[in-house]
Nanobody, 116 residues
Framework: QVQLVESGGGLVQPGGSLRLSCAAS????????MGWYRQAPGKQRELVAT???????NYPDSMKGRFTISRENAKNTVYLQMNSLKPEDTAVYYC??????????WGQGTQVTVSS
């Protein structure tokens, strides 16, 4: 049973923007704080942003300023707006609960490639 589906990734030039979406089953979306994570080639998966059920957001210091997480409760969807993208933002982006993420919920993710 697929419960989290990420979309919206792609190839973008440095300085560009993307908005990622994560469609969640209601049983998850209505209960948990949600988060976006990313994993770059050869690196560990890292947290990008979190948002509570009530919409309170939090970002690791390294992610502040260019990324914005939001949620649309009516659609059971979490978004990640990414601006001023850099080549080092290249990674597979995932959504999951936070914290901690649940192993059973890791999906395929969506690939973001920042390159000229």
């Amino acid at each position: 049973q697929v419960q989290l589906v990420e979309s919206g990734g792609g190839l973008v030039q440095p300085g560009g923007s993307l908005r990622l979406s994560c469609a969640a089953s209601r049983s998850i979306f209505s209960i948990y704080t949600m988060g976006w994570y990313r994993q770059a080639p050869g690196k560990q998966r890292e947290l990008v942003a979190t948002i509570t059920i009530r919409g309170r957001t939090n970002y690791p210091d390294s992610m502040k300023g260019r990324f914005t997480i939001s949620r649309e409760n009516a659609k059971n969807t979490v978004y990640l707006q990414m601006n001023s993208l850099k080549p080092e933002d290249t990674a597979v982006y995932y959504c999951n609960t936070a914290p901690p993420p649940q192993e059973r919920l890791w999906g395929q993710g969506t690939q973001v490639t920042v390159s000229s």
